[in-house]
């Protein structure tokens, strides 16, 4: 029974450390906006990430089915995509609610995948959960287009999972570093343009680095530890808590402070991401690279 106890709490360390590590490289980089731009920071984390998952997974190492590239085109376009939009969203937002607006990208998905009747009840929740963290009718209290950003950020997310499946299907774990080399590709030139060189700037690397390692190489290792030794339903029950533990992070570093309607909002979206996930039939997921 210890033994089994010590089988289980390894994984779930190795969750909730990943968890953390990616809200801890959010907070990170939004310190950085002042500094750099929302650009340059996009920039660091998807380029120093592309050389860190290229080192890690080889995919020179595979050979390319040529008819299936376009989905490796797709899902790095939707990766870089979907962290720039994150980025913009979390300028003007709280993280909190930025990480909860994104979450319903992710949770579409799961909820087109089933047909059964107390989807509805997650569906209605997730309508609750974007009525308290939206401001329909006093725009002061939350930026509307940092909503958009998040709400669109969600919808790359979604696009990454449907991708990101088709692409795995066919390269496996060489999906994960060709997609961040084309999101880098991308997304680096568009850093450089805003803020010229000098975001490379040794006063900045240290911090560059650490986003991306806290947002990408440790949390993917950390996950595939957790997912390899846990249901995969326990593990997207557990996840479903990262809205959570992103406005804590950002109450606790940010100073970031959610009304009462914005905190019950996020807890309908995660109440909604967690019922999916524990009555929904095993299905394959992926996992963004934050």
Not at 70 to 99: C, D, E, H, W
Not at 230 to 250: D, Q, Y
Not at 257 to 275: N, P, R, Y
Request: contains cysteine; proline residues 4%.
């Amino acid at each position: 029974m210890i033994h089994s106890n010590r089988g289980f709490l390894l994984p779930l360390l190795c969750l909730f450390a990943a968890m953390i590590s990616i809200q801890g490289g959010a907070t990170l980089a939004k310190q950085l906006f002042p500094l750099v731009g929302v650009e340059a920071v996009t920039a660091y984390r998807l380029g120093f990430s592309a050389i860190i998952l290229l080192i890690i997974f080889k995919p020179w190492k595979r050979k390319l089915q040529v008819g299936y590239r376009r989905y490796l085109l797709y899902y790095g376009i939707t990766l870089g995509t979907m962290n720039f939009l994150f980025y913009q969203s979390i300028k003007t937002i709280p993280l909190g609610i930025a990480v909860g607006l994104e979450f319903t990208g992710p949770l579409a998905v799961a909820l087109f995948a089933s047909r059964r009747k107390i989807d509805f009840l997650w569906i209605g929740l997730v309508v609750l959960g974007l009525l308290a963290l939206i401001p329909f009718q006093d725009s002061s209290s939350i930026d509307l287009l940092g909503v958009f950003y998040a709400l669109t950020a969600g919808v790359c997310w979604a696009l990454y999972i449907v991708f990101g499946q088709k692409a795995g299907n066919y390269y496996g774990t060489a999906t994960v570093g060709i997609g961040a080399a084309i999101a880098a590709i991308i997304y680096v030139p568009i850093g450089v343009a805003s803020g010229g060189f000098g975001i490379f700037a040794p006063q900045y690397l240290p911090m560059a680095i650490a986003v991306a390692v806290l947002t990408s190489a440790l949390p993917y290792a950390l996950e595939m530890m957790a997912l390899t030794r846990m249901p995969a339903k326990t593990f997207g029950t557990l996840t479903s808590l990262e809205p959570a533990i992103a406005a804590i992070f950002g109450f606790i570093i940010l100073s970031e402070v959610l009304s009462t309607v914005q905190i019950g909002g996020i807890l309908a979206i995660i109440i909604a991401s967690l019922g999916a996930s524990l009555s929904s039939k095993p299905i394959e997921t992926v996992k963004k690279v934050d």
